[in-house]
T-cell receptor, first 111, second 116 residues
Framework: GDSVTQMEGPVTLSEEAFLTINCTYTATGYPSLFWYVQYPGEGLQLLLKATKADDKGSNKGFEATYRKETTSFHLEKGSVQVSDSAVYFCALRGGNTPLVFGKGTRLSVIA | GAGVSQSPSNKVTEKGKDVELRCDPISGHTALYWYRQSLGQGLEFLIYFQGNSAPDKSGLPSDRFSAERTGGSVSTLTIQRTQQEDSAVYLC??????????????FGPGTRLTVL
């Protein structure tokens, strides 16, 4: 079945550092890919998404590019802030199916 | 407009008791999903309602779990004879469209269930 693998955390960075959280997937067909974020004490929020190969999703300075050839959707941000501290989930959806999530990566940004 | 709401926000129960968790989706959303978030397991799909079609129950972990959606809106997830391994955060999500993989799911804040 479909699956998502993302790098295990926790990831600890200093403010203004570059962030990469790796995500790879296995799916039949052409899934849509998503990054969700869960801030402390809050629910899951959609951060960005890409629906076809070579699409780039972006939001709040975060970017991820749908790479079909490497089945990847790595999350990047050029300069993280303390307010970016959260748990990040990579997910896919193939067809008319529920989301399949990775296990999440906890990011802590220190001033 | 209002987002997805869930109640209660926290529930502590004793092993063997039944619990009901409620989800109010965003008005007009035809699809509703239940997920479970637990340590070590990440986010797991439980059940999916799509309009008036029969629900997809393929993610329910045992026959102690059931869910219904009344009038195409509010949903209730019921866990009978709770076990300690049922302790988790139960998340509900809804989306506008009944099909298609580009549709965005909006999540509620979750219900944290603790089984003693």
């Amino acid at each position: 079945g479909d699956s998502v693998t993302q790098m295990e955390g926790p990831v600890t960075l200093s403010e203004e550092a570059f962030l990469t959280i790796n995500c790879t997937y296995t799916a039949t067909g052409y899934p849509s890919l998503f990054w969700y974020v869960q801030y402390p004490g809050e629910g899951l929020q959609l951060l960005l998404k890409a629906t076809k190969a070579d699409d780039k999703g972006s939001n709040k300075g975060f970017e991820a590019t749908y790479r079909k050839e490497t089945t990847s959707f790595h999350l990047e941000k050029g300069s993280v802030q303390v307010s970016d501290s959260a748990v990040y989930f990579c997910a896919l959806r193939g067809g008319n199916t529920p989301l399949v999530f990775g296990k999440g990566t906890r990011l802590s940004v220190i001033a | 407009g209002a987002g997805v709401s869930q109640s209660p926000s926290n529930k502590v129960t004793e092993k063997g008791k039944d619990v009901e968790l409620r989800c109010d989706p965003i008005s007009g959303h035809t699809a509703l999903y239940w997920y479970r978030q637990s340590l070590g397991q990440g986010l797991e799909f439980l059940i999916y309602f799509q309009g008036n079609s029969a629900p997809d129950k393929s993610g329910l972990p045992s026959d102690r779990f059931s869910a219904e959606r009344t009038g195409g809106s509010v949903s209730t997830l019921t866990i009978q004879r709770t076990q300690q391994e049922d302790s988790a955060v139960y998340l509900c999500a809804s989306s506008r469209l009944a099909g298609g993989n580009t549709d965005t799911q909006y999540f509620g804040p979750g219900t944290r269930l603790t089984v003693l």
